[in-house]
């Protein structure tokens, strides 16, 4: 591990899941909010899903453009000028006067936050090596879904006192406090891209031509789709749906949270018993179990769904540190664009997620249900079939 001179081993995994929690706190904190700033902004679910929707693509772009930047110009540059992007985006979202500008300003957000969620992966391949990174990769994701539980409920209690506005000046806030913090971090980026800009994004092209990343990362990309479909959703199926209030929704949301911060916990204790591979096998599995039972049963009970829901995210989170380290360790070089297309194709498979749900607004649990069923029994055979190929390396 590469020590940073400001902060100690514990400081720097607590640094790195802040800057990894901009996309569940700018969409989980939004989320109890939806209902009130459509009635707000006289419009109609669509636009206002599009407000979460369309801050995924720009969240996904930005990462795709930011990892291979900061291979040029460095990791930190990169994450300064992107958390000011942030902040601006964050506070003209506060300022919106209608569900355009709130668009537009979810763009500006979106994209800016995407620096961070680049430059943290790469930074970890950086600093760490082998089961190490696997390990703080673990952990940093624990401690970033640890986000999404608190988030609804804190949105739901600003919404109870203050305007929905109040959302994004808390944004605002978590935001300078991320920037203010990595002005004291050291860059970890040893020797930059000697080409142009040009030349760097296109080393995106170079990556995708290695089959040991291209090929895994065409699967292990859709898994976070029915997840984010559910996260799209959750407000309109438990307010709407099952005739919740906003503060008790928050709740349920959260406990599903808890499935994501337990995931990557139940990882670390597996892994020292059983083969990352053998994890994943498992996890897509257990998606494909939990679909059948939201399909055949989810309807029926707010609990019933929130239980089948809560395994459903544990498995999926449980795969994320297998994963993002199998992939990472195909390359040797070209970090930040490999970071760029692991966190691009997850952020752009779950607005993909949302927006199919959208889709069938009379349909949200059984539509939840199917993504889940065809995921886990699509990809996970298709894992089966090449996760012992020779192109894919294996980790030590």
């Known amino acids: 591990m590469k020590k940073q001179s400001f902060f100690g081993d514990r400081s720097l995994l607590a640094m790195l899941a802040l800057l990894s929690a901009f996309p569940p706190l700018s969409t ?16 109609t679910q669509g636009p206002v899903n599009l407000s979460l929707s369309l801050f995924l693509v720009f969240f996904a772009a930005g990462i795709l453009i930011w990892g291979p930047v900061s291979e040029k110009y460095g990791r930190k540059p990169v994450l300064l000028t992107g958390l000011g992007l942030y902040l601006l985006g964050s506070i003209g979202c506060a300022l919106s006067l209608n569900v355009i500008q709130l668009i537009l300003a979810r763009v500006v957000q979106a994209f800016g936050g995407g620096a961070a969620e680049a430059v943290v992966t790469a930074m970890v391949k950086d600093m760490y090596t082998g089961r190490q990174r696997e390990s703080v990769l673990a952990v940093v994701m624990a401690m970033v879904v640890a986000a999404p539980v608190v988030a609804p409920v804190l949105g739901a209690w600003l919404i109870t006192f203050m305007s929905w506005k109040a959302i994004f000046w808390s944004l605002t806030g978590v935001g300078s406090l991320a920037l203010c913090l990595s002005l004291f971090l050291d860059e970890t980026l040893e020797q930059r891209y000697a080409g142009s800009l040009l030349q760097s994004l296109g080393r995106l092209a170079i990556v995708l031509k290695n ?13 976070p789709l029915p997840l984010m479909a559910f996260i799209g959703a959750s407000s309109f199926i438990y307010i709407e749906g099952f005739g919740m ?6 709740l349920y949301f959260a406990f599903n949270a808890l499935g994501a911060l337990a995931g990557p916990l139940l990882y670390i204790r597996l892994s020292q018993r059983i083969r990352p591979g053998t994890v994943i096998t498992g996890g897509f599995g257990v998606i494909v179990i939990c679909g059948i039972i939201i399909d055949a049963a989810g309807s029926l009970s707010p609990v019933l769904f929130a239980l089948t829901m809560l395994t459903a995210t544990i498995a999926i989170n449980m795969m994320r540190p297998p994963t993002a380290s199998l992939l990472l360790s195909q390359q040797d070089k070209d970090t930040g664009s490999a970071a760029s297309l692991i966190n691009f194709t997850s952020m752009f498979m779950g607005s993909l997620g949302m927006f199919l749900i959208s889709l069938v607004p009379a349909h949200l649990i059984p539509g939840i249900g199917l993504m889940q069923i065809v995921v886990g029994g699509v990809c996970g055979s298709l894992w089966l079939l090449v ?10």
């Open 28 to 43: 989980d904190l939004y989320l109890p909010a939806l209902p009130r700033v459509m009635s707000a902004m006289q419009t």
């Open 211 to 223: 089959p040991g990343f291209s090929v895994p990362l065409g699967i292990f990309s859709l898994v």
């Open 245 to 250: 209030g906003e503060n008790l929704y928050s």
């Open 387 to 396: 996760r012992s190929k020779a192109f894919i390396r294996q980790e030590e």
